[in-house]
Nanobody, 124 residues
Framework: QVQLVESGGGLVQAGGSLRLSCAASGRTFSNYVMGWFRQAPGKEHEFVAA????????YYADSVKGRFTISRDNARNTVYLQMNSLKPEDTAVYVC?????????????????WGQGTQVTVSS
């Protein structure tokens, strides 16, 4: 079992920044691909970003490329999502997920563990 707890969400004006954190406990954190998804009201979970086991490979949705950065600290069992130049359409609940697979997936259902999520609201 892996437990994931997100933090760092909040209310920010358009153009602002937030840094989300996801702390993991349980099995060996470095053995998991880590991903961030988001869910706006009435919508499906949307892939945001993912990072490989060692952190050398990262993947982004086109909608956030160049604005968001995913990173991980395996010594601290934590993955981060730095979000810059935020837009109102980034408003959603952001969820951290862990996947035992070797390669990342952009499908929420293919991950093995999920956190409860943290709310991000961007005002115009």
């Amino acid at each position: 079992q892996v437990q994931l707890v997100e933090s760092g969400g909040g209310l920010v004006q358009a153009g602002g920044s937030l840094r989300l954190s996801c702390a993991a406990s349980g099995r060996t954190f470095s053995n998991y691909v880590m991903g961030w998804f988001r869910q706006a009201p009435g919508k499906e979970h949307e892939f945001v970003a993912a990072i490989s086991w060692g952190g050398s490979n990262t993947y982004y949705a086109d909608s956030v490329k160049g604005r968001f950065t995913i990173s991980r600290d395996n010594a601290r069992n934590t993955v981060y999502l730095q979000m810059n130049s935020l837009k109102p359409e980034d408003t959603a609940v952001y969820v951290c997920a862990a996947d035992r697979a070797y390669y990342y997936s952009a499908k929420y259902s293919e991950y093995d563990y999920w956190g409860q999520g943290t709310q991000v609201t961007v005002s115009s």
